[in-house]
């Protein structure tokens, strides 16, 4: 008798940006499925911008894997006025933590996960921290000189107007709060395990240097966290935002922006998108666009 194929093992799995609301992504949802059993997915934030379409897509997602870990993008929090849930800011964050552990979905506010290998186990860090414009242009010397900038070209992020970050003064001000919660905790990881740090805004300013529109790094992250990936032991970093699905590489740690994006513009590619991409055991077929890159 022929011997039965082997059994593949579960993978660590990622997404982002899905943006199901958006004509032609609500159908590539079904194609987001597991390749073994045992196989945990990342969703990197920006599903939907409406509760129930987040809520949704979230339950479908965990029905099919082991496990699903979640963080917010901008989309998320944004408050727009056919959402029968009004919360903004804290309240809406809170709300959709609430809905997702309803669902067993990890959130930021949950216990890390680990995430175990036949040789290694490495902490699985949803990460929370939003963005406060530091990434401006370097002749921009002040927040007010980068977002006029920005107005005069006519390229604003709808964060303006929709991403309320109640009660806290400023996005800024919420970010820097998030930051520190979220530094603490991760320093008092075990310092003999490695991290795969998800978050949806690149921790690292490098990622922002391939947008079209430089500028608009504004709303792309923060330099208070540019070394997380080397002082907390990063594996590898996982995010979205960019809508510039590439693995990277900075300080020798692998960075996977795994983003789909929308419709406009994963159907002018010319390779089909690829809705999964596998965090470990990496893709040993994916090269880092910029080894040299720092």
Not at 186 to 193: Q, S
Not at 199 to 214: N, V, W
């Given at each position: 008798?022929?011997?039965?194929?082997?059994?593949?093992?579960?993978?660590?799995?990622?997404?982002?940006?899905?943006?199901?609301?958006?004509?032609?992504?609500?159908?590539?949802?079904?194609?987001?499925?597991?390749?073994?059993?045992?196989?945990?997915?990342?969703?990197?934030?920006?599903?939907?911008?409406?509760?129930?379409?987040?809520?949704?897509?979230?339950?479908?997602?965990?029905?099919?894997?082991?496990?699903?870990?979640?963080?917010?993008?901008?989309?998320?929090?944004?408050?727009?006025?056919?959402?029968?849930?009004?919360?903004?800011?804290?309240?809406?964050?809170?709300?959709?933590?609430?809905?997702?552990?309803?669902?067993?979905?990890?959130?930021?506010?949950?216990?890390?996960?680990?995430?175990?290998?036949?040789?290694?186990?490495?902490?699985?860090?949803?990460?929370?921290?939003?963005?406060d414009y530091s990434f401006r242009l370097p002749e921009h010397e002040t927040i007010e000189q980068g977002l006029a900038y920005a107005h005069e070209k006519g390229l604003v992020f709808t964060d303006e107007?929709?991403?309320?970050?109640?009660?806290?003064?400023?996005?800024?001000?919420?970010?820097?709060?998030?930051?520190?919660?979220?530094?603490?905790?991760?320093?008092?990881?075990?310092?003999?395990?490695?991290?795969?740090?998800?978050?949806?805004?690149?921790?690292?300013?490098?990622?922002?240097?391939?947008?079209?529109?430089?500028?608009?790094?504004?709303?792309?992250?923060?330099?208070?966290?540019?070394?997380?990936?080397?002082?907390?032991?990063?594996?590898?970093?996982?995010?979205?935002?960019?809508?510039?699905?590439?693995?990277?590489?900075?300080?020798?740690?692998?960075?996977?922006?795994?983003?789909?994006?929308?419709?406009?513009?994963?159907?002018?590619?010319?390779?089909?998108?690829?809705?999964?991409?596998?965090?470990?055991?990496?893709?040993?077929?994916?090269?880092?666009?910029?080894?040299?890159?720092?």
């Open positions: 008798m022929g011997s039965l194929g082997a059994v593949p093992p579960p993978s660590l799995l990622a997404t982002s940006d899905l943006h199901v609301t958006h004509k032609g992504n609500a159908q590539m949802l079904e194609q987001i499925q597991p390749s073994a059993d045992g196989d945990w997915l990342i969703v990197a934030g920006d599903i939907a911008e409406t509760s129930a379409a987040i809520e949704e897509t979230l339950k479908r997602l965990a029905d099919r894997f082991e496990k699903v870990i979640w963080t917010p993008g901008n989309h998320e929090l944004w408050t727009v006025p056919d959402d029968p849930i009004q919360a903004r800011g804290v309240a809406r964050y809170e709300y959709l933590v609430e809905r997702c552990q309803s669902l067993g979905v990890i959130t930021p506010e949950d216990e890390y996960p680990i995430w175990r290998t036949e040789h290694e186990s490495f902490v699985v860090a949803p990460l929370f921290l939003l963005y107007i929709l991403l309320h970050p109640d009660p806290y003064p400023t996005r800024q001000d919420w970010c820097a709060a998030r930051v520190a919660a979220t530094e603490q905790r991760l320093a008092a990881l075990p310092e003999d395990l490695r991290t795969v740090l998800i978050t949806h805004f690149p921790l690292h300013r490098g990622p922002t240097r391939m947008l079209r529109y430089p500028h608009l790094a504004m709303w792309c992250g923060t330099e208070r966290t540019a070394d997380w990936h080397l002082r907390f032991r990063a594996e590898v970093a996982v995010y979205g935002h960019l809508h510039i699905p590439v693995t990277l590489e900075f300080d020798g740690v692998r960075f996977e922006e795994v983003s789909l994006g929308y419709p406009r513009e994963w159907q002018r590619r010319a390779n089909p998108p690829q809705l999964l991409r596998r965090i470990i055991p990496g893709d040993p077929s994916r090269v880092p666009h910029n080894r040299t890159a720092r």
